[in-house]
C-alpha cells in the first residue's frame, strides 16, 4: 500500500492593515471569527475575519503591548503592555 502526502503551497488568506507601529502578538478566537492583535502603538485591535466587517481599536495601555489572548470561551481577550498591566476586553462586536 501507498500513502501518498500533497502538500500544496500556502495561500493568502487575508490581510490586515490598522497598527501604527509593530505587530508583537496575535491571538485567535476559538471560533475562527475574530483575530485580536498587540502593539509597540500601545493598542489592540480586534479584526472581523469576514472582510466587509470593520475592526477595532482598544486603547488604554500607555506603553507597547506585549501579550494578547483570548479565554477558551472567546468572551474576554486579555492583553499585558510593558506599563505593568493586565487589561481584560469583552470583544463582543
Request: with cysteine; glycine share 4%; net charge positive.
Amino acid at each position: 500500500m501507498v500513502i501518498r502526502l500533497i502538500k500544496s503551497d500556502p495561500s493568502l488568506q487575508r490581510h490586515f492593515k490598522g497598527h501604527r507601529d509593530s505587530v508583537t502578538c496575535v491571538d485567535i478566537n476559538c471560533n475562527m471569527q475574530q483575530i485580536a492583535t498587540g502593539s509597540l502603538d500601545s493598542s489592540v485591535m480586534i479584526w472581523r475575519m469576514k472582510t466587509q466587517m470593520r475592526s477595532y481599536r482598544l486603547a488604554g495601555h500607555k506603553e507597547a503591548v506585549t501579550c494578547v489572548h483570548f479565554s477558551p470561551s472567546g468572551h474576554l481577550v486579555a492583553s499585558a503592555s510593558r506599563d505593568k498591566t493586565v487589561r481584560l476586553w469583552v470583544p463582543s462586536l
